[in-house]
């Protein structure tokens, strides 16, 4: 069960309210190598890896003017990412679902778009 500091939000949040926000830092904790893997990274993110995350200050440095979209491959990492900075005094909230979940919406809305436009032609 979620504490009261723990800050989750959806994929469809993420892409709504977050994307393109200037008010929001995307932070992806996945390994460096996995940044070219089955699922690549999302625009203007900020890669540190989980396991270097003590160095948050050194990407963010004013924890008060950002809120911190935390991803990963799946969800897990991330949320162990926004507990560690929530003690720290971030506005962290862990993105349900991860990349994962984010590229199989995306590929949804354009696999629709696509069947829109043949629906549209024919």
Known sequence: MATKQEQHITIEEFIQNVLGNPEWEIL???KKEEM???HYTIENSINLPLEEIEEIN???SDKKKSKIAIICRSGRRSAEAMIYLISQGYDAHNVLGGLIEYYEIKNRRVNATVQNKKKKAS
């Open 36 to 38: 070219y893997g089955e």
């Open 28 to 30: 992806d904790v996945r």
């Open 58 to 60: 050194s990407v963010i």
